[in-house]
């Protein structure tokens, strides 16, 4: 494993991938439990989030690796196909699975997504458009929104529901 670590305008991440691509994104600079430091093998991560914080970037094009189980998965791709600027509830990404009662189990899957920001769980509100829980914390998440210009809220809009 590797990793680096990068600022971003929402904090420092922590970048951590394996052969097989893109394994976390963690919120703060640390340095993972055996993993090595290799700044070249994030090149293209860190450009794209770079790109991404400066509103040049809609969608990312990183070969992703994060480990869950089948409905986590399953969780995590209905996330990647929320557009840039959208929002969904849990009951739509359940909806979406073909299972309407697993609100819950999805927002459990939300909560564990280990690719924040490239696996756009940020994206994810309430059933009433309120913001939910974030790893990065509720600012984060609104500022993430506000800069995608998500529905028709304003910055200021989402600062206030935090």
């Known amino acids: 494993m590797k990793y680096v670590s990068m600022d971003s305008p929402i904090g420092p991440l922590t970048l951590v991938s394996g052969a097989d691509g893109l394994r976390s994104i963690v919120f703060g600079a640390q340095a993972p439990d055996g993993a090595e430091l290799d700044a070249r093998a994030h090149a293209s991560v860190v450009s794209q989030l770079n790109e991404y914080f400066r509103g040049q970037r809609r969608a990312f094009d990183i ?16 996330l990647l196909r929320i557009p840039f600027g959208e929002t969904r509830t849990y009951g739509d990404i359940a909806r979406a699975l073909g299972n309407p009662g697993a609100a819950r ?5 939300n909560h564990d997504n280990p690719i924040p920001i490239v696996i756009p769980c940020h994206r994810v509100v309430g059933a009433d458009g309120s913001l939910t829980g974030y790893a990065g914390g509720l600012d984060v998440k609104a500022r993430l929104l506000a800069m995608e210009g998500a529905g028709a809220r304003t910055e200021s809009a989402w600062a206030a529901a935090v």
């Open 63 to 78: 070969p992703l690796a994060p480990r869950g189980t089948p409905f986590r998965r399953s969780v995590w791709r209905q």
């Open 105 to 109: 189990a999805v927002g459990m899957a």
